[in-house]
């Protein structure tokens, strides 16, 4: 018989992991800019909140919770996710639209802040709601979903790795990339933001499968390809953000392995 504890950490999982395919790969360019437009009668605030609260109560479902409680569930998080996207919205306008010192302190240091400081009140929300489900009785002879653990943290350090990971590293870098004469166009810098994702992808999979020494093949190759014929400040700025680019993703991939196997290493 499945390990009830088990279940209840699978379920913690992919809430968490439900809430990041709300915030990230389900959440369009178009989201964000309506939101900052129109706050908190954007379309797009209530689109994005409620599809949150619904592939939580889909996943309650799928554990057999009676249909009155997931409902519940996605009001609550629908509520929360709009009250939360709506707080950060309000500070950010609040600090852009005051005079331009404050602006320019809140592009370098507030930005990660808040950005770390809105993820990290959904996921206290998750934790809470689901501290109060897991009392709730579980059949686990029709349950279909307990028994993956280490795939859906796998999910999740992926999820973590592509998105929320190069949305920090966009916004560290983005003040020495203003400080350069480094190209503005869209498409080079949509280009770019994909072969970082596709890195740290490569990168992440290595770790995880203890291939260490591929690492050192796609550094070297990024090197030759990326610092060919450039200025001196656009070598830096392509060195910083591809350091902190690969860093975070082996710092992942260890803590992954960390948790999984037990070990950083093969053994």
Not at 38 to 53: Q, V
Not at 123 to 131: A, F, G, Q, V, Y
Not at 159 to 174: D, E, F, H, R
């Amino acid at each position: 018989m499945t390990d009830i504890s088990n279940i209840n950490i699978s379920l913690l999982l992919l809430l968490i992991l439900s809430h990041l395919l709300a915030d990230f790969p389900f959440q369009p360019d178009v989201s964000i800019k309506d939101r900052k437009a129109n706050g908190f009668f954007s379309k797009w605030l209530h689109i994005h909140s409620f599809t949150a609260g619904f592939l939580a109560s889909v996943i309650l479902y799928f554990y057999q919770f009676p249909f009155i409680s997931c409902l519940l569930i996605l009001v609550v998080i629908y509520t929360t996710h709009v009250v939360i996207d709506y707080f950060k919205l309000f500070v950010e306008t609040k600090i852009c639209n005051s005079d331009s010192d404050s602006k320019n302190n809140y592009d370098s240091k507030a930005d990660i802040l808040l950005f770390i400081v809105d993820q990290f009140l959904h996921i206290i929300i998750i934790i809470l709601i689901w501290k109060q489900i897991v009392n709730f009785e579980i059949n686990i002879d029709s349950l279909c979903l307990g028994s993956y653990t280490n795939l859906w943290i796998i999910c999740i350090s992926y999820i973590i790795t592509i998105w929320p990971t190069g949305i920090v590293i966009g916004k560290w870098t983005s003040i020495l990339k203003n400080q350069i004469d480094y190209p503005k166009d869209e498409k080079l810098l949509n280009a770019g933001m994909n072969i970082g994702r596709i890195e740290r992808v490569l990168l992440l999979t290595f770790v995880l499968l203890g291939e260490y020494s591929a690492i050192g093949l796609l550094i070297t190759a990024k090197s030759i390809f990326r610092f060919e014929s450039k200025g001196r400040d656009d070598v830096e700025y392509i060195l910083i953000g591809t350091l902190i680019s690969f860093l975070s993703a082996v710092v992942i991939g260890l803590i992954t392995r960390r948790i999984i196997y037990g070990s950083f290493m093969n053994t």
